[in-house]
């Protein structure tokens, strides 16, 4: 695992901030935790074998890995080596106990062609990528899962074929938006979910081709951008204070005040 400084992708995320909020926000390790929010985590520990850093995603079976019996892919070929003696007299209980010599657990997977990968695991043709789990063919992006064909993506999950997005979820064909689930051909979309072919839209839900709309009404240009700014001013204030925001796609609809 390459453990590289994090510039490029600072330098990534200021321009993704600076399209969807007219702000740089940079290095993107401050707002780290804010970026995991609704994002599946991992575990770092020391390899078994080496001593090196690891990365264990904190999902599905690899959650009951234990740490003191992890190890990364460069110890592969010598735990490929080591083997056990099986005597005739032996029981379950005295083979439970060798098998403490090779029950490592490899945890780690890459492949294809990777460049400035760090502090990251699961991964196959990536460039320029910050604690990721389970990404693939995409480039500058950051504590995010499980995204396919993404570029400047950042908090996101489940995501494909899309770019310049910060906590999105469950999409597809996304650009420029910010807060969204379950959208879909949809660009410059905040804090709405399963919209199709909505666009320049806000606080928009279970809608379709929309265009300056607010909470699915169309509402022209002029109003939309007032709205959006007062949105956007809400977002920087908060991210100066705090580097976060209390509210997010799945809480919006549920809060008395802002």
């Known amino acids: 695992m390459n453990t590289a400084n994090t510039k490029p992708i600072d330098h990534a995320f200021a321009q993704t901030t600076q399209l969807l909020f007219g702000k740089d926000f940079s290095p993107v ?71 403490k010599v090779i029950s490592v657990y490899i945890a780690e997977f890459v492949e294809g062609q990777n460049q400035d990968v760090t502090d990251s695991a699961i991964y196959n043709n990536l460039s320029t990528a910050y604690k990721i789990v389970d990404c693939f063919n ?68 279970n809608a379709k081709n929309l265009r300056y709309a607010v909470c699915n009404h169309v509402v022209g240009r002029e109003k939309y951008l007032k709205v959006k700014n007062m949105v956007v001013d809400y977002v920087l204030e908060n991210m100066k204070k705090k580097k976060s925001l209390d509210v997010d796609i799945f809480t919006i609809g549920c809060v008395t005040s802002l």
Request: proline share 2%; glycine share 2%; aromatic share 14%.
């Open 29 to 99: 390790e401050d707002y780290g935790k804010w970026l995991l929010k609704r994002i599946p985590n991992f575990k770092v520990c020391n390899s078994s074998i080496t001593g090196k850093k690891i990365i264990i995603p904190d999902y599905s079976v690899f959650q009951f890995i234990p740490k003191n019996k992890a190890a990364g892919l460069d110890s592969l070929e010598e735990l490929s080596k080591r083997q056990i003696e099986i005597k005739e007299n032996d029981t379950v209980s005295t083979l439970s106990e060798k098998l």
């Open 138 to 205: 995409s480039k500058y992006l950051a504590y995010s899962f499980f995204n396919d064909d993404c570029e400047y993506i950042f908090g996101t999950s489940r995501c494909f074929d899309s770019q310049f997005c910060i906590h999105a979820y469950n999409s597809r064909k996304i650009s420029m938006c910010f807060e969204v689930d379950a959208c879909k051909d949809c660009s410059q979309l905040m804090f709405s979910h399963n919209c199709q072919s909505v666009h320049e839209s806000i606080f928009c839900f």
